[in-house]
């Protein structure tokens, strides 16, 4: 008896219009789920060089291992292919939640690789057993609104769940995103285009069988109880990032207003999420199992209705925006027309920054001033970028590719790794965070690796409330796990390469067990380090026990951390087959330069050398050569993946033996 795994992998040909099954069983053992088999599916069914928009560049959508038993919050779906937002290209992934990945397992299936290109605009409607290719001559060209609307008139049924590409995706633009109930992440929709592939449509009824439901429903009493905490604590009490701001100024000082310009701005106040949420909320929902429901429907007069996410609150700061209602407008043209709002928005802020700076005039971009702030601006571009018109069409094609035209002072004031934009929180304190960009395979460690901010240590926060005792248990807990009280200290490099290894495990253990990291405080453990900032473990008891009463398997920890590191492995053999060596592994260029202007923590900068030897350390810890940054062979094998080292081996990507 399988528990738990829906046990198919479904395989899509779309040149062929052929579907063929195989089973799960050929990966669980080494990848469990998720993320895991995801990357270890992307490695084995591509081939070196082939680009993003190549039709036999596969696109992987795979759900968490837990997923569909029930157990809260675990629901989330990871997708996997080449980034074609990346310069050069390289390993893309992202990871969401809602209900698709869950009706995808209830539909019989683990994960689903997809290939070719259809003929015609086409869209994949998955019904249990029944697989179908499904014109989409009517919906081409529309929304990722409008197209779920009409897929689920068409099919006469509201609980089939969609992913989909706008338009943006459909005209092959980079920054076009996979959209599902509003949500989505990195940018994989052209690879959707350009395989002619409108959306992916599922619905399922067999249900998932588990080993221990008793046990299940006792974990969740559990969850259930330390959520209710986390509310009175006042924790989360909005929506998804709705207190994001507040966060990163008042808690974590990594805050940063501009295109990282500094830490002070008199306006910060009016772009307070919290209270735009309460103002304009009208429902909240969540994803499937999960009682938290964070996710807030607002209703915006004079805009429309939609929801808020985190970036949203984040990105007003950068361009220095402070109605909130052009943010939530912007958010929902980026969301219709599938487009990365959190690349699009950090690229407007670099050209905001430009124009303030006097290195680019309104002819460099269609007659637009563009001015801090500025709303029409900020929805043209959108349109724009969208629609491939004017700049808008080389911003398409991603900022490095318009900094390249804008000259030279243009592209060093870019802060991006592989073109991939910085996220919105300040790395000049934070070297983890800058650690974490630096070696994660995707260029951005955002929603990849750098949900929980280890390392972000909330001291000056605690210290105002008075808690000595918790500041004094934090250190204690840093010199234990990570050998160095500094570890903890957000500007220290030492203990940081450990700490950074430490976080990929977490984070991977959540995307192969399929796990909200927005709900992983759900965990009493992890609870109470998630106020402070304190290191957490990266496995709990907790998540041992819903192994165990999903698939009744007794794993050790051990266990669970190999597989992340397995995992993390194959998707650095990906780009070590591109070619990318540990010159790839950069932070931001300007960040060696330009130190902090303001605020608490004015003055500091990153350290190269410092910042060069943090990396040896990390490369030593991982068993990866220094030299090249990459794995070596005898790590491939220790973790039981020989065949990744083979295959890099006869195209010489391996690093070379060192004489003893
Ligand atoms: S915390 Fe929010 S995003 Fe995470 S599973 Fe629950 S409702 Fe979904």
Redesign the pocket.
């Known amino acids: 008896m399988v528990y738990g795994w829906a046990g198919t992998i479904l395989r899509i040909d779309l040149s062929r219009g052929k579907v063929s099954k195989t089973p799960s069983s050929e990966y669980t053992r080494l990848f469990i789920g998720g993320r895991g088999i995801n990357s270890k599916l992307m490695f084995d069914e591509s081939k070196p060089g082939v680009s993003a928009f190549d039709p036999e560049n596969p696109i992987i959508l795979g759900a968490g291992a837990l997923v569909g038993t029930g157990i809260t919050?675990a629901?989330?779906l990871q997708i996997t292919s080449r980034s074609p937002e990346q310069h050069p290209e390289g390993f893309g992934e992202l990871n969401i939640?809602?209900h698709w990945a869950t009706e995808l397992k209830f539909a019989g299936y683990d994960h689903i690789v997809i290939k070719g290109r259809a003929e015609k605009p086409t869209y994949i409607y998955i019904e249990n057993d029944d697989v179908q290719f499904k014109d989409a001559a009517g919906i081409w060209g529309k929304g990722t609104f409008d197209t779920e609307r009409i897929i689920r008139e068409d099919l006469d049924d509201r609980r089939v769940q969609i992913l989909a590409i706008g338009p943006a995706g459909e005209k092959l633009v980079r920054l076009a995103t996979i959209e599902h109930e509003r949500r989505s992440g990195t940018a994989l929709g052209g690879v959707f285009g350009a395989k002619n592939l409108k959306a992916v449509v599922v619905r399922g009824t067999k249900g998932i069988r588990v080993y221990d439901p008793e046990a299940i429903l006792k974990i969740n009493e559990e969850r259930l109880e330390t959520i209710k905490k986390l509310l009175e604590e006042g924790e989360g009490e909005s929506s998804?990032g709705a207190d994001c701001n507040k966060y990163c100024f008042e808690k974590r000082d990594v805050g940063t207003v501009g295109y990282f310009e500094g830490f002070e701005w008199p306006e910060l106040d009016k772009t307070n999420g919290a209270p735009y949420v309460e103002k304009h909320v009208v429902k909240r929902?969540?994803?499937y199992s999960?009682?938290?429901?964070?996710?807030a429907v607002l209703n915006v007069p004079g805009v429309g209705i939609s929801v808020m996410r985190c970036y949203p609150f984040f990105w007003p700061r950068l361009v220095r925006l402070t109605d909130m209602d052009v943010a939530f407008k912007a958010t929902m043209l980026c969301s219709d027309y599938g487009l990365d709002n959190r690349n699009l928005l950090t690229a407007i802020s670099w050209l905001m920054s430009l124009y303030d700076k006097g290195i680019i005039t309104a002819k460099d971009t269609d007659g637009i001033p563009m001015e801090w702030g500025r709303a029409d601006a900020i929805i043209r571009t959108i349109h724009k970028v969208a629609n491939r018109e004017g700049f808008g069409d080389i911003l398409a094609d991603g900022a490095l590719n318009l900094a390249k035209k804008l000259g030279p002072k243009a592209r060093a004031h870019l802060l991006h790794r592989r073109g991939m934009m910085i996220g919105s929180e300040e790395y000049r304190c934070d070297v983890g965070g800058a650690l974490a960009a630096a070696v994660d395979p995707t260029a951005s460690a955002d929603h990849t690796v750098r949900e929980i901010g280890f390392g972000v240590f909330w001291e000056r926060h605690l210290k105002k409330l008075g808690k000595e005792k918790e500041i004094e248990e934090a250190y204690k807990r840093s010199k234990e796990i990570y050998g160095t009280e500094k570890a903890i200290i957000p500007w220290e490099y030492e203990g940081k390469a450990q700490m950074e290894v430490a976080e990929e495990k977490f984070s991977i253990i959540m995307d192969l067990l399929g796990l909200?990291?927005?709900?992983h405080a759900c965990d009493p453990l992890l609870f109470q380090s998630y106020m402070v900032g304190k290191p957490i473990p990266e496995v709990t008891p907790m998540t041992l026990a819903c192994f165990k009463a999903t698939f009744g398997l007794d794993v050790t920890e051990k266990f669970l951390l190999t597989t992340a590191e397995r995992t993390w492995n194959v998707e650095k053999a990906y780009n070590m087959r591109e070619g990318f060596t540990r010159k790839d592994d950069t932070a931001y260029e300007r960040y060696f330069k330009e130190p902090i202007p303001d605020g608490p923590r004015k003055g500091m900068k990153l350290d190269k050398a410092k910042f060069e030897k943090m990396k040896d350390e990390y490369y030593k810890l991982r068993g990866w050569d220094i030299e090249t940054g990459n794995p070596t062979r005898e790590t491939f094998v220790k973790l039981g993946i020989k065949d990744v080292a083979d295959s890099l081996d006869k195209l010489g990507r391996l690093p070379k033996k060192k004489k003893p």
């Open positions: 919050s629901v989330t939640g809602g998804i929902i969540g994803c999960c009682p938290i429901a964070d996710v909200c990291y927005f709900a």
